[in-house]
């Protein structure tokens, strides 16, 4: 990731730059700050394009820099739309920008993408 990237603390909110190990404000680990939740996000059933599913992909995984959630779980339905998200999160994978990816479980028509170590 890019130096000049910028995340937020989020213990005080402080803006800071992506490879910042500590916030100099509140002295907290930003590595810890992830939220154990998980973020979820469909963009396969509003009638999208391919296209337009991909830009909604992009979108959550850019906010996610700022957010720090530990997996967002993608709702992908079962056509082409899964076929080329998959094909996106190989790519973004290989490019370290994700951890990696896998099924939710017995659904295939929902992806969950691991975005720590």
Do not use: W, Y
């Not at 991909?54 to 992908?76: A, E, G």
């Amino acid at each position: 990731m890019d130096r000049d990237k910028k995340v937020l603390c989020q213990f005080c909110g402080m803006s800071l730059f992506n490879s910042s190990k500590t916030c100099p404000k509140c002295d907290s680990v930003i590595e810890n700050q992830f939220h154990p939740s998980t973020l979820t996000v469909d963009v396969a059933h509003n009638k999208e394009t391919v296209e337009q599913a991909l830009v909604k992909l992009h979108r959550v995984l850019k906010k996610n820099q700022i957010m720090k959630h530990r997996q967002i779980r993608v709702i992908v339905g079962s056509k082409i739309i899964r076929t080329e998200v998959i094909k996106e999160l190989k790519s973004l994978k290989r490019q370290k920008a994700i951890f990696g990816f896998k099924t939710d479980g017995e659904n295939s028509g929902a992806l969950i993408i691991r975005m720590d170590h």
